[in-house]
């Protein structure tokens, strides 16, 4: 199982970034993908997160509503992460996750994700 970020980088508040996460090694329709961010200090936090098969439902933080759109192409095996109005407080290193866990909040917790992407740097300046 591999988890493949990119698109991160340096980006003016109010900016946007899509980011991206390929997959490889195992059977992508059948996971739930999620975005996970963590800033210098501070503990890994849930971003966004949409569910196996087509993804027809998707969830996020509530700092990133309105803001941040996760989609899945399952033909690619790849994830999206869309990123608009960007703020400083959005820079963090920004890492997906896969997980076949299922139930009520399946997607929130760092730890029901087994497989990690390496991160991608994001850092919007004010």
């Known amino acids: 199982v591999q988890l493949q970020a990119s698109g991160g980088g340096l980006v003016q508040a109010g900016g946007y970034l899509r980011l991206s996460c390929a997959a490889t090694?195992?059977?992508?329709?059948?996971?739930?993908m999620g975005w996970f961010r963590q800033a210098p200090g501070k503990e890994r936090e849930f971003v966004a997160a949409i569910n196996w098969g087509s993804g027809s439902s998707t969830y996020y933080a509530d700092s990133v509503k309105g803001r941040f759109t996760i989609s899945r192409d399952n033909a690619k095996n790849t994830v999206y992460l869309q990123m608009n109005s960007l703020k400083p407080e959005d820079t963090a290193v920004y890492y997906c996750?896969?997980?076949?866990?299922?139930?009520?909040?399946?997607?929130?917790?760092?730890?029901?994700?087994?497989?990690w992407g390496q991160g991608t740097q994001v850092t919007v300046s004010s």
């Open positions: 090694g195992f059977i992508f329709r059948n996971y739930g």
């Open positions: 996750a896969a997980t076949t866990t299922y139930g009520s909040s399946w997607y929130l917790l760092a730890p029901n994700y087994p497989y």
